[in-house]
């Protein structure tokens, strides 16, 4: 537990995820380094950016790239830099953008919460919000029909938050927006191909730094040179209160570097979990199973339904049994209302899984300790 456990803080077994809410990633130990020495050194921040931003284009394909420090600050920058591009007295007018083109479009079923609220990211950059279709059905024509002379961009979000069915695609939503000659952002934030969308032509993309990079609390923001360099330029505006400092920027860079030489890690992640369901498959009442990310990344987590007739327990209750127990644990809950949870493999320390597994039994044998 090393600095938290020092201030009193409870030991934590991330099996949830890359989420925010539990510090996103362990960082490799290269990656701690830059964040130490960075933070015992001066250096010229504006020089320091544009390096980042080199970095980042080498290792995505695009053209040039702009540091933030976090995804969601890469929507509110991504934003008003398509509203305010150079010009400094717009840059300092955001979010006033009155008069300007600052309509964003955004499919319905895109509008979600991620923590916080994706249209507050866009209010936060000067857009104003134009959500399209109904939240189970985008048809091309809504998109189409919504752009106007105020049109600033068009903004799909990857994400296994939005509606999985429905939506129109990103080539379809691509194609519009180049049509009419407006720049398409994705926002990609737990996405870990830093190139596909580059490659397919978008002309901004957004990444997290503390997701599927595992590098720390950053991000990044990859595309066209012109856009790249507006980005960067928001930070004399409304990227000021959301800059990342030196060290973020040496930790992303580190972790950019260390992630061209990291290969799939799928089949060490099946192997974990299948280890876990053979435990769990002992206990009456729980059926444990392998499944792919639902947005169709490369993890694959243990899916566990708890037939409560049979535990006497609800999922629910598990759930609260492990965040409560010492060390909580905390797993995977978007299904919990259907007697599912999962564990994710990905922010797992060497062994934990049987930790899991070990005290799932204990909870379901009548131990609760």
């Known amino acids: 537990m090393g600095i938290f456990k020092e201030m009193g803080l409870r030991e934590i077994i991330n099996a949830s995820g890359k989420m925010t809410a539990l510090g996103a990633s362990a960082v490799d130990e290269k990656v701690g ?38 995804a969601s600050a890469g929507i509110a920058i991504s934003t008003a830099a398509v509203i305010a591009g150079k010009n400094l007295s717009l840059i300092e007018r955001i979010p006033d953008t009155d008069g300007l083109k600052n309509e964003i479009i955004v499919q319905k079923g895109h509008l979600v919460n991620f923590g916080a609220s994706i249209g507050q990211m866009i209010r936060i950059g000067g857009g104003k919000v134009v959500e399209v279709g109904q939240s189970n059905k985008v048809e091309k024509d809504h998109i189409e029909q919504a752009i106007s002379e105020h049109t600033a961009a068009l903004l799909y979000v990857k994400s296994h938050h939005t509606v999985q069915k429905g939506m129109q695609s990103i080539t379809v939503m691509m194609e519009v927006a180049h049509k009419h000659g407006l720049p398409f952002i994705i926002d990609a934030a737990a996405e870990e191909d830093f190139q596909k969308y580059v490659k397919m032509g978008a002309d901004m ?11 720390p609390t950053s991000g990044f923001i990859c595309g066209k040179k012109e856009l790249m360099e507006a980005c ?3 930070y004399k505006g409304v990227g000021r209160p959301m800059k990342i400092g030196k ?9 950019l570097k260390l992630f ?17 369901c053979n435990k769990l498959g002992k206990l009456q009442g729980l059926t444990c199973s392998i499944k792919q990310d639902e947005a169709g990344r490369e993890i694959y987590r243990a899916q566990i339904h708890v037939n409560e007739d049979l535990t006497g327990i609800s999922a629910e209750e598990l759930l609260h049994k492990l965040e409560a127990g010492s060390p909580a644990i905390y797993l995977r809950h978007h299904y919990v209302n259907v007697g599912i949870l999962s564990v994710d493999p990905r922010p797992l320390l060497e062994g934990q899984e049987n930790i899991i597994a070990d005290k799932i039994i204990d909870i ?6």
């Open 364 to 369: 379901l044998q009548g131990g609760n300790k």
């Open 247 to 255: 060290e973020g920027m040496a930790g992303l860079i580190t972790a």
């Open 33 to 70: 380094l830059a964040l130490k020495e960075a933070s015992q050194d001066y250096v010229d921040i504006d020089e320091l950016m544009e390096y980042s931003g080199k970095v980042i284009a080498e290792i995505t394909g695009a053209e040039d790239g702009c540091p933030t420090c976090g």
């Open 232 to 234: 960067r330029k928001q």
């Open 205 to 215: 993309v957004i990444y997290s730094g503390g997701k599927a990079l595992e590098g």
């Open 260 to 276: 061209e030489n990291k290969s799939s890690k799928s089949e060490r992640q099946i192997e974990r979990m299948t280890n876990l």
